[in-house]
């Protein structure tokens, strides 16, 4: 059974930082890309940020120049490490990673359970 398990959210000022971890544990035989999406209220969930296994990144512009993913392939663990954080960057987040559960499974997506992250003062 795999697992994404994320962690590091929280209310925080506009401005401030935050840093998100996911790690992905269990049967896993592959890990392609990871990444992190977002959804906020009423709106429909987007891509904040994306890693591949050999670490070329994708970033949405809205977050461009603000946030830094990094992975850990060893370890299965991604990062989003948050800065200059935004009221409107208050979302649910999540973690996403491509991954095969075993030796002779398909490539699947596999999500965590979403982390709060609020920016207010």
């Known amino acids: 059974q795999v697992q994404l398990v994320e962690s590091g959210g929280g209310l925080v000022l506009p401005g401030g930082s935050l840093r998100l971890s996911c790690a992905a544990s269990?049967?896993?035989?592959?890990?392609?890309?990871m990444g992190w999406y977002r959804q906020a209220p009423g709106k429909q969930r987007e891509l904040v940020a994306a890693i591949t296994s050999g670490g070329i990144t994708n970033y949405a512009d809205s977050v461009k120049g603000r946030f830094r993913i990094s992975r850990d392939n060893a370890i299965n663990t991604v990062w989003l490490q948050m800065d200059s954080l935004k009221p409107e960057d208050s979302a649910v987040y999540y973690c996403?990673?491509?991954?095969?559960?075993?030796?002779?499974?398909?490539?699947?997506?596999?999500w965590g359970q979403g982390t709060q992250v609020t920016v207010s003062s």
């Open positions: 269990g049967s896993i035989f592959g890990v392609n890309t």
């Open positions: 996403t990673a491509d991954l095969k559960a075993s030796i002779a499974g398909r490539w699947a997506s596999y």
